[in-house]
């Protein structure tokens, strides 16, 4: 293998290494997601790396991260699904090499290209099992044939960071049921000391700590905790 394959092999090898530190790490899904958008311009020598993710509730795709600071690129910006070439990627759930985006008639940011300086961009489908979750794109600011190494490489970066956001997102949801169990057992304790207490049937001491949440403008479990912390000082 030649001394600049070679160099360029370890490079893509440590840019891996880094990015799954990154996911088993505990840092913000943010944090992650710009190290990861950071790192692979960096060893793909592109100019901009950026980051897009489906959402599901408004169906279109947003950037959720990218590395450049350039202000117009900064600005929120969505695309419907299967709208432009990030739409087209993630509908067809397969990779796409534009060797010119300002000659692209799918690519919808042309004005924006141009002020920048961009011109060739990989896209690379982001999966989890057979669902595409968003899309990853590195662009040059010269014409580019990108390699299948090059491919290679965004599409396992890409997985990569599919995986950590599943992963992120299966933690919030399991911490939101877990929060909402807990919430739940402290409105049934809390309602089971106002019906022994003041001789309530079950009904009336939930609207009453439903009543209380809404005239104080506080959650029914902060409430909750509020009557069972006064029950508990006064045994």
């Excluded at 992963?167 to 809390?190: C, F, G, H, P, Y």
Aim: charged share 35%.
């Amino acid at each position: 293998m030649p001394t600049k394959a070679k160099a360029s092999y370890a490079k893509q090898i440590e840019a891996l290494k880094e990015i799954s530190t990154a996911i088993s790490s505990d840092r913000y899904i943010e944090d992650v997601l710009r190290l990861i958008v950071t790192v692979t311009a960096k060893v793909m020598d592109s100019k901009v790396c950026s980051l897009w993710l489906i959402d599901e509730k408004e169906n279109c795709l947003k950037v959720r991260a990218t590395q450049t600071m350039n202000k117009e690129y900064l600005k929120e910006r969505s695309l419907k699904l299967g709208e432009g070439v990030v739409g087209y990627v993630s509908r067809r759930d397969k990779p796409a090499i534009t060797l010119d985006v300002l000659k692209e008639p799918r690519y919808k940011e042309k004005e924006l290209a141009k002020k920048m300086g961009l011109r060739s961009m990989l896209s690379v489908p982001m999966r989890v099992k057979d669902k595409v979750i968003g899309v990853i794109n590195c662009y040059t600011s010269y014409t580019h044939k990108f390699t299948k190494t090059e491919l290679d490489l965004l599409t396992t970066v890409a997985n990569q960071a599919a995986i950590c956001i599943e992963n992120t997102e299966l933690m919030v949801r399991s911490k939101v049921i877990q929060e909402e169990l807990e919430s739940r057992k402290l409105v049934e304790r809390a309602k089971g000391i106002l019906m022994r207490e003041y001789d309530l049937l079950e009904n009336e001491a939930f609207s009453r700590i439903r009543k209380k949440s809404m005239d104080s403008r506080r959650s029914m479990r902060e409430i909750a905790e509020a009557i069972i912390l006064a029950y508990e000082m006064k045994k």
